[in-house]
């Protein structure tokens, strides 16, 4: 026997047991377990600094590497039964429906305000203009733009929870 295999046979004579028992307890399958062992030992006989150190925290330090492997092994996709398929499936597309429902909803809450406060909010939320440009389209200035927009907002907000809207 060369040292390798010496010093691989020790290691495993004083380790395997205790590790073996361990990942059995941690999966509760004893199938697995040999692996798992068998990938711990092999670590750690490939890391010399390991081997160096006294049997306990040798032990300690291969316990860690086994219940890492473990947890690989349950995060593993092989093991959520995942299985590449040919063809992606179809994806799934949103239902317009409750866009739809939000729109009615909010043009009615906007027909019970002032048509000032409709035209501000109209021209800067779905016009997409700012205050000044709306000051100009509308021949009023910035400041009445600002003021209308706040107050138009609030009436709306009030509006929207008449209506059971509650975000």
Same mark, same amino acid.
């Given at each position: 026997?060369?040292?390798?295999?010496?010093?691989?046979?020790?290691?495993?004579?004083?380790?395997?047991?205790?590790?073996?028992?361990?990942?059995?307890?941690?999966?509760?399958?004893?199938?697995?377990?040999?692996?798992?062992?068998?990938?711990?030992?092999?670590?750690?006989?490939?890391?010399?600094?390991?081997?160096?150190?006294?049997?306990?925290?040798?032990?300690?330090?291969?316990?860690?590497? @086994? /219940?890492? #492997?473990?947890?690989?092994?349950?995060?593993?996709?092989? !093991?959520? =039964?995942?299985?590449?398929? +040919?063809?992606?499936?179809?994806?799934?597309?949103?239902?317009?429906?409750?866009?739809?429902?939000?729109?009615?909803?909010?043009?009615?809450?906007?027909?019970?305000?002032?048509?000032?406060?409709?035209?501000?909010?109209?021209?800067?939320?779905?016009?997409?203009?700012?205050?000044?440009?709306? @000051? /100009?389209? #509308?021949?009023?200035?910035?400041?009445?733009?600002?003021? !209308?927009? =706040?107050?138009?907002?609030? +009436?709306?907000?009030?509006?929207?929870?008449?209506?059971?809207?509650?975000?």
């Amino acid at each position: 026997m060369d040292d390798d295999e010496e010093r691989l046979t020790a290691l495993y004579d004083v380790h395997a047991g205790p590790i073996r028992r361990y990942v059995v307890h941690l999966t509760g399958s004893t199938s697995s377990a040999d692996d798992v062992v068998q990938e711990t030992l092999l670590r750690a006989w490939r890391t010399p600094r390991i081997l160096e150190q006294e049997v306990a925290t040798t032990r300690a330090w291969m316990f860690t590497v @086994a /219940r890492h #492997l473990v947890v690989d092994e349950a995060r593993s996709a092989q !093991r959520r =039964h995942e299985r590449p398929v +040919a063809e992606v499936p179809e994806r799934v597309t949103a239902d317009a429906t409750d866009r739809l429902f939000d729109a009615i909803l909010i043009e009615d809450a906007l027909a019970v305000l002032s048509d000032e406060h409709r035209a501000v909010i109209v021209a800067g939320y779905y016009g997409g203009r700012g205050v000044d440009e709306i @000051a /100009r389209e #509308l021949g009023i200035p910035a400041g009445t733009v600002k003021s !209308r927009m =706040h107050y138009g907002l609030r +009436a709306l907000r009030l509006a929207l929870q008449e209506r059971g809207v509650i975000r």
